[in-house]
């Protein structure tokens, strides 16, 4: 039996592009806001069965509240139908339904009488609200002089309380305590066990994994994916891989389009080149670096990789002068600069005999699979003499991210395997 039916359902807002207009513009001149619609919920149609636990995942601004609100009857569709079966208690926006100047107490039975408890029932759950939200030292103030944590805690106790048939949750949980999140995520799987239908959204990959038994994926008011929560997160997180990639590079690109770079026409080195001015940059740049580009297996240009990916780094250099032996090298450092990996191609023994004057080209480093755990990158890339004399060195200049689909935590991602014997 579902619990919840949604059926074909679209909700579009208005939003305005400009002033409102005075009374008189609109009665003598008729005139009207310009605005522009924007399509939240896209002919949504979704099923969710009595006791199930699902959660909603999405980017921000993809129709995951709005669903929401949709199904407590806050707003309304547009289109379609909705239906939810049993009492429904939500806690869809901090300290929403709470009067500021009323205390924490009378704001229980305000909250609680909304939510369809009576006079006496309220009385009789009182002290296991005030219990489970911790604020017995607080009850009686008002709650204008709650910290926001002390908002939601208070906010959940009564929500959970009236012991509803359909909890509706939106990201509050994201603001209490560790020890309080812990606690609220003990409760629902209480309620879970007992049979309450529990929706939420959250941004918390880990809390819909152990929590649901679906996960739906919404992207631009439509659905993506509807799937076991193991599924769909991963394919949501290659997603925003994805979409990060796209706009690092696009910033990247809007950050040269503002730097103006001056190129040297003569076919003879400047030695004033090394004096210019950056803490990220120095040699003597008798060869230069001219490039550094990331690509990925498919030869396409990138700058957020998964983990395990193959990650391409094209070197593009000018030598201004004859060179014997030059050493190309990278390194790579976490955002606190802990160094994670560096080589150049003299410990590789990949040997370059010599450059000429006005060479051009490119020297290639491939990582077959970039076993590092999720997080922001910094490279490090250069070039120097067989003694360590600096021609150009990159220090930290370039960064990458890297998303990982596994929960481990640290750097560098080790192969291995557990076991297991019985004596």
Same mark, same amino acid.
């Given at each position: 039996?579902?619990?919840?039916?949604?059926?074909?359902?679209?909700?579009?807002?208005?939003?305005?592009?400009?002033?409102?207009?005075?009374?008189?513009?609109?009665?003598?001149?008729?005139?009207?806001?310009?605005?522009?619609?924007?399509?939240?919920?896209?002919?949504?149609?979704?099923?969710? =069965?009595?006791?199930?636990?699902?959660?909603?995942?999405?980017?921000?601004?993809?129709?995951?509240?709005?669903?929401?609100?949709?199904? #407590?009857?806050?707003?309304?569709?547009?289109?379609?139908?909705?239906?939810?079966?049993?009492?429904?208690?939500?806690?869809?926006?901090?300290?929403?339904?709470?009067?500021?100047?009323?205390?924490?107490?009378?704001?229980?039975?305000?909250?609680?009488?909304?939510?369809?408890? #009576?006079?006496?029932?309220?009385?009789?759950?009182?002290d296991q609200i005030i219990m489970f939200s911790e604020l017995k030292g607080y009850i009686d103030n008002p709650v204008r002089n709650y910290s926001s944590g002390m908002y939601m805690r208070l906010a959940f106790s009564v929500a959970i309380m009236v012991e509803p048939e359909v909890l509706l949750i939106d990201e509050v949980l994201a603001v209490g305590d560790a020890a309080f999140q812990q606690?609220?995520?003990?409760?629902?799987?209480?309620?879970?066990?007992?049979?309450?239908?529990?929706?939420?959204?959250?941004?918390?990959?880990?809390?819909?994994?152990?929590?649901?038994?679906?996960?739906?994926?919404?992207?631009?008011?439509?659905?993506?994916?509807?799937?076991?929560?193991?599924?769909?997160?991963?394919?949501?997180?290659?997603?925003?891989?994805? =979409? =990060?990639?796209?706009?690092?590079?696009?910033?990247?690109?809007?950050?040269?389009?503002?730097?103006?770079?001056?190129?040297?026409?003569?076919?003879?080195?400047?030695?004033?080149?090394?004096?210019?001015?950056?803490?990220?940059?120095?040699?003597?740049?008798?060869? =230069?670096?001219?490039?550094?580009?990331?690509?990925?297996?498919?030869?396409?240009?990138?700058?957020?990789?998964?983990?395990?990916?193959?990650?391409?780094?094209?070197?593009?250099?000018?030598?201004?002068?004859?060179?014997?032996?030059?050493?190309?090298?990278?390194?790579?450092?976490?955002?606190?600069?802990?160094?994670?990996?560096? #080589?150049?191609?003299?410990?590789?023994?990949?040997?370059?005999?010599?450059?000429?004057?006005?060479?051009?080209?490119?020297?290639?480093?491939?990582?077959?699979?970039?076993?590092?755990?999720?997080?922001?990158?910094?490279?490090?890339?250069?070039?120097?003499?067989?003694?360590?004399?600096?021609?150009?060195?990159?220090?930290?200049?370039?960064?990458?991210?890297?998303?990982?689909?596994?929960?481990?935590?640290?750097?560098?991602?080790?192969?291995?395997?557990?076991?297991?014997?019985?004596?």
């Open positions: 039996m579902d619990a919840i039916s949604i059926s074909n359902v679209t909700k579009t807002f208005k939003i305005f592009t400009e002033r409102s207009s005075t009374l008189k513009d609109r009665i003598v001149k008729g005139r009207k806001n310009k605005y522009q619609e924007f399509c939240a919920l896209n002919n949504v149609s979704l099923n969710i =069965e009595k006791g199930q636990t699902v959660g909603f995942i999405g980017r921000n601004g993809s129709g995951k509240s709005t669903l929401l609100k949709l199904l #407590t009857g806050i707003l309304y569709p547009d289109s379609g139908q909705i239906r939810v079966s049993g009492k429904v208690s939500s806690l869809l926006e901090l300290g929403a339904g709470f009067h500021p100047d009323f205390t924490g107490r009378e704001n229980i039975f305000m909250n609680a009488a909304i939510l369809g408890l #009576t006079k006496k029932e309220i009385k009789k759950k009182l606690k609220c995520m003990d409760q629902l799987r209480n309620m879970k066990q007992k049979g309450t239908t529990i929706v939420f959204v959250s941004h918390d990959l880990g809390a819909m994994e152990k929590l649901c038994d679906r996960v739906v994926w919404i992207n631009k008011g439509k659905i993506v994916e509807d799937d076991k929560p193991k599924k769909v997160i991963d394919k949501y997180l290659e997603y925003l891989a994805i =979409e =990060e990639d796209k706009r690092l590079i696009e910033e990247a690109g809007e950050v040269n389009k503002q730097i103006e770079v001056k190129q040297d026409s003569s076919d003879s080195f400047d030695t004033n080149k090394e004096n210019q001015h950056d803490e990220q940059r120095w040699g003597n740049r008798k060869v =230069e670096i001219t490039d550094v580009i990331l690509e990925d297996f498919n030869g396409k240009k990138k700058m957020s990789f998964l983990s395990g990916d193959e990650l391409l780094i094209r070197i593009h250099y000018k030598s201004w002068g004859f060179v014997e032996n030059p050493v190309f090298g990278i390194a790579i450092h976490t955002l606190e600069h802990v160094h994670c990996y560096g #080589t150049n191609t003299q410990i590789d023994y990949y040997k370059i005999d010599e450059l000429s004057v006005n060479d051009v080209g490119e020297v290639y480093f491939k990582i077959p699979q970039l076993n590092l755990c999720g997080g922001t990158y910094l490279l490090t890339v250069a070039i120097h003499d067989e003694n360590g004399l600096q021609y150009d060195f990159h220090d930290k200049k370039y960064s990458f991210k890297v998303t990982s689909l596994s929960n481990e935590v640290g750097i560098v991602k080790i192969d291995h395997h557990w076991d297991r014997s019985e004596f």
